[in-house]
């Protein structure tokens, strides 16, 4: 007998066990309810954000697999696909950073390489709480400091190379930090597995690591809000073995090129019970499993808990009967286990056995398709002075922040880059191995990273990209600029934008104001992709970030994929020589109510951001002009450099295209930003659509013909030379310091702030 | 001529390497697989980077018992020509072929970037193709990268010249600050007394291509298909 008190315990509401017992016309037995408490809840069902992502773009002429498959695929040309995924392991990594991190590298590996394809890179999208935060402090560093060693723990083992990624800081993450982990894979056109069950009598092999009692109830945990005894959930977290993954891709590629494998499913969220039922709702078909069979890491194990378990490092394979024997044979050859413990079926359910007693047999469907759809309510949120004015969007705002009289801009500018949102991740990124594979064509610290194809000539551009901020304070504008952003980012290195895969990070959907912001997040970012013309082919929901009753900011994340047709084309963003031009494609306005500037110099929280500031506006036109006239030129070979103008606007951008870089020496700028703005908008504004390219004065004439026939304003500021940046505006000199003061403050500002909590990480 | 590339379980920089020698150096190349034993086929092998066996006890320590790691000990005493890149220096150490062990990075942390070395002696087969004095950029990737050793060993290695590659900066300077991961007297990279097995910590097989951010690691694969050309006129 079912009590209330086990619904409960199952975080299924009491209608949702009404419709469980409608469906299967009887009581569940435990095990079943176990079941449907893991393919209904929110991390596995997408219960409340199904409706609003039909939404979004997902078939374009470059989509091969689009959403609903372990990874989507794009077609990257010369018979090559790129599989990619980002997903979320936020609650996880809050409970143990560490272990939490380094699972969810694991858990997106495996997501790539189930579809055939070898995983050639890995990025990774983190946010904390601020690490001078007075009452977290302390704990924000060591999360970061955990969190990186166990992205770095797995990844360099498993042998992928991280090469991209951001790391952001506001106290809206403090108690809930985002984890974001994105890889992507390349795999031949006709060599793509899916998971399906496919094939009536074919058998069920399940093939890795062994099962225990590990992360049980995993995805049920990742669907609810902490409080403060979240620490306690500690064993729902799983501990990772890059060995065992390693090994388990070898096996399962092998497997793959034999031809003995029909279809192929990770084990994630909610393991066996997931993997099983999802392949047999893909393939319109039954399946049965006997878990007497299935290979366990600890004795007497139950039917409920082997259900349930999320052990790492496992696969489900659906063999061509008759070939079972090949595929156990490659596992071997690898060490690893593989068995056969069930069959496919056509009766469309899914039947569990123990010790010969069916202990589960629901309809695939009732777990699938029939999991709860919510339309949940929905509330504008009442705070903000966009959302109340939305609608209409003044041409040009008005409200932009007038610095203090006394400002020195050039301590200002040190601030700025020293402001960990801005600073150098080299403490970060050179913990992870960002070259093995030696495809890296560009490192990390780029707009975007450059993986090249060695079959080809050509290349991938990747980038992720989130603003918490922003989408704080306007949730549509915030996720079309987030876009636009990714999109000019791989525009910067050379290469046209292809398609996106989203990680979105909310609080609870229990929330009419979480959910109005989820849905125009949707609406803002189906509105750019469209425009950008790159479809979502994959990712991810991560609801209920929220902790004792406080949730993140809305913060959708894009991890981008741009295609370069000529690897010997791409740009960076460092100059590359003294005497040439530096020039703005795009124009400034005043946009510092919303920016690192308000945030840092006059020290604005996000709150009174909400309250009193406006995000930039967004022309999706002028945005496509500036991309098309950078790339134009950068195809055309007229680039020496191109670099983003983003967080910290305009003297930001400029200090990091003189920084030094691999085989660079730091080279100096002398610009003159002359307009109407005030001094403070022309240094520090985050107007968006503006790229800073360098180029050799010859070229002056064609980039013109280039930015003209583009629609795009281009304006020269300057030239590259000396060992100074120097701005000017209206003749005098604002800014005027030695690059090597302002690199040392950006390159040392993180480091500095952690060396307390390296020896705690390293203790791991 | 023909080299192999050892394939251990955790192994990662084996297709890495395999693309060099076959790519940018043209010789043929096999992946040997760990559990096999004969190796008369070849005429040197490399043992690649990665994480043999997960190195979660010590790195290396777990390969050394691998089958075939009792045959590169009879291939280099019979003189077969061993280059052990980062993990495989860690076996090598482990192995007992070349003295000393690689402890835990200085700051404990993994590191990966580009670094320069110093060619400290060119004439063995692995840098013949170099000069005495010629500065190396050429990536790290390690968290045990810390070369010790005790002071015979050191000066030993030191009287025999069999300190091969010394962490320096790009002027050539050996210096504490040039130093990654504090190992002994910056060794980067030594080899045997018969100076036909080298180990060292920095990935060549990274360095050999403008377009990841350099290309003087070549010169050391070349110099080993050099001499094991003039070796087989």
Redo the contacts between chains.
């Keep these: 007998m079912i009590t209330s008190e086990q619904i409960a315990a199952h975080n299924l509401t009491e209608d949702e066990y009404r419709r469980i017992e409608e469906l299967m016309g009887r009581e569940p037995t435990l095990v079943e309810l176990g079941i449907f408490s893991v393919m209904w809840s929110e991390h596995c069902s997408y219960k409340s954000s199904r409706i609003h992502l039909k939404r979004l773009p997902t078939t374009g002429e470059r989509v091969v697999v689009p959403p609903g498959e372990n990874a989507g695929v794009v077609d990257i040309g010369d018979g090559w696909c790129a599989a990619f995924k980002i997903e979320s392991h936020n609650h996880p990594s809050f409970i143990e950073p560490f272990q939490g991190a380094a699972t969810g590298v694991g858990g997106i590996l495996r997501d790539i390489f189930t579809m055939g394809a070898r995983p050639v890179a890995a990025m990774n999208s983190l946010r904390f709480g601020s690490l001078d935060n007075a009452q977290h402090g302390r704990r924000n560093r060591s999360l970061l400091a955990g969190v990186v060693a166990g992205i770095?723990h797995y990844g360099?083992?498993?042998?992928v190379p991280t090469v991209a990624g951001e790391v952001a800081f506001d106290d809206a993450y403090a108690l809930n930090p985002l984890v974001n982990a994105y890889a992507l894979g390349l795999v031949r056109h006709d060599q793509i597995f899916f998971g399906k069950a496919a094939g009536i009598g074919n058998p069920v092999l399940y093939v890795g690591a062994k099962t225990g009692r590990d992360g049980i109830h995993g995805a049920t945990m990742a669907s609810a809000e902490f409080d403060e005894e979240a620490l306690e959930k500690r064993p729902t977290v799983q501990v990772g073995?890059?060995?065992?993954e390693?090994?388990l891709l070898e096996a399962c590629l092998e497997a793959m090129r034999s031809g003995a494998v029909a279809g192929i499913q990770d084990m994630g969220a909610a393991g066996l019970t997931s993997s099983s039922c999802e392949m047999a709702a893909r393939a319109g078909t039954g399946i049965e499993l006997d878990l007497s069979l299935v290979p366990q890491r600890e004795d007497a194990m139950t039917a409920y808990e082997m259900m349930l378990s999320e052990s790492q490092e496992r696969m489900l394979i659906v063999a061509h009967r008759g070939r079972e024997r090949e595929v156990m044979d490659i596992f071997r050859k690898?060490?690893l286990d593989a068995v056969v413990i069930g069959r496919v079926r056509d009766d469309q359910r899914m039947r569990v056995l123990h010790n010969n007693e069916l202990v589960a047999d629901i309809p695939v469907a009732a777990l699938t398709d029939e999991a709860p759809k919510y339309d949940r309510p929905m509330k504008k949120s009442g705070e903000s002075r966009e959302s109340r004015e939305s609608g209409e969007r003044k041409e040009n705002p008005v409200d932009s922040l007038d610095s203090p009289d006394s400002l020195d801009f050039n301590a200002a500018l040190l601030r700025l880059v020293s402001a960990p949102n801005i600073a150098s991740k080299e403490w970060v990124?050179?913990?992870?191995?960002?070259?093995?594979?030696?495809n890296?064509?560009v490192?990390p610290g780029a707009d975007a990273a450059v993986i090249?194809i060695?079959e080809t000539r050509r290349a991938l551009a990747l980038c992720l990209d989130g603003n918490g901020r922003y989408c704080a304070v306007n949730p549509r504008e915030g996720a079309r600029l987030v876009v636009a952003e990714a999109a000019r980012n791989v525009v910067c290195v050379g290469a046209r934008p292809l398609a996106i895969t989203n990680c979105l990070n909310f609080a609870s959907p229990e929330k009419p104001e979480v959910m109005w912001a989820f849905s125009e997040v949707i609406d803002g970012m189906s509105e750019a992709c469209k425009a950008f013309d790159t479809p979502v082919i994959s990712g991810n929901v991560s609801f209920y970030n929220e902790t004792e009753g406080r949730g993140v900011w809305p913060t959708p994340v894009i991890g981008m994929l741009g295609l370069v047709e000529d690897?010997r084309r791409i740009v960076q963003p460092g100059f590359k020589g003294a005497g040439d031009i530096i020039a703005l494609l795009g124009t400034t306005r005043a946009d510092t109510s919303v920016s690192e500037y308000a945030a840092t110099i006059l020290g604005r929280t996000t709150g009174e951001m909400i309250k009193e500031g406006r995000v930039p506006a967004l022309d999706l036109q002028a945005e496509l002009a500036v991309q098309k006239a950078c790339l134009g030129a950068a195809e055309a070979g007229l680039l020496r450099s191109a670099h983003d103008c983003s967080d910290g606007g305009m003297a930001v951008a400029l200090s990091e295209c003189c920084f030094s870089s691999?085989?660079r020496q730091a080279i100096g700028a002398e610009v003159e930003l002359a307009d109407m703005l005030s001094v403070a908008a022309r240094l520090f504004s985050e107007t968006p659509s503006r790229i800073i390219i360098s180029f050799e004065e010859a070229a002056l004439g064609q980039i013109e013909e280039i930015a003209a026939r583009a629609g795009c304003q281009l304006t020269v500021l300057g030239h590259t030379g000396g060992d100074r940046l120097r701005i000017s505006a209206d003749g005098d000199e604002v800014i005027s310091l030695p690059l090597a003061e302002i690199e040392t403050a950006w390159r040392t500002a993180l480091e500095n702030r952690l060396q307390a909590e390296?020896?705690v990480a390293?203790g791991e | 001529m023909k080299f192999g590339v050892i394939v251990f379980?955790?192994s990662?920089?084996d297709?890495?390497a395999y693309?060099?020698i076959s790519k940018h150096v043209g010789q043929p190349v096999d992946f040997i697989w760990h559990r096999d034993t004969n190796l008369s086929a070849y005429d040197a092998v490399i043992i690649p980077?990665?994480?043999s066996?997960?190195?979660?006890l010590r790195a290396g320590a777990l390969a050394r018992f691998s089958p075939v790691m009792a045959s590169v000990k009879e291939f280099a005493a019979r003189g077969g020509f061993v280059l052990g890149i980062c993990n495989g220096f860690q076996i090598l150490a482990e192995a007992g072929l070349l003295p000393g062990a690689l402890i835990r990075n200085r700051?404990?942390?993994?590191?990966?970037?580009?670094i320069h070395v110093r060619v400290e002696n060119d004439d063995t087969p692995f840098t013949n193709e170099l000069k005495r004095g010629t500065v190396l950029r050429i990536?790290v990737?390690h968290?045990e990268g810390n070369y010790v050793c005790d002071d015979a060993t050191l000066a030993e290695l030191q009287r025999e010249e069999r300190i091969i590659f010394r962490y320096c900066d790009e002027t050539g300077a050996v210096t504490d600050a040039t130093n990654p991961n504090g190992s002994r007297d910056n060794i980067a990279g030594i080899c045997n007394r018969e100076r036909n097995v080298l180990g060292m910590m920095p990935?060549p097989?990274?360095a050999?291509?403008d377009?990841?951010?350099?290309s003087d690691g070549r010169d050391i694969f070349r110099s080993l298909a050099a001499t094991l050309a003039a070796a087989h006129v």
Excluded at chain 1, 156 to 159: I, L, S
Excluded at chain 1, 429 to 438: F, I, W
Excluded at chain 2, 211 to 214: K, M, R, T
């Design positions: 770095a360099n083992a498993f042998g073995d890059p060995f065992l390693k090994l690898w060490e990124y050179r913990q992870y191995d960002h070259m093995v594979r030696t890296t064509a490192l090249r060695k690897v691999l085989n390296v020896l390293a | 379980p955790g990662n920089c297709h890495d693309h060099v980077g990665g994480f066996y997960g190195d979660y700051d404990l942390h993994f590191i990966c970037e580009h990536p990737a968290a990935h097989e990274r050999c291509e377009l990841l951010g350099s």
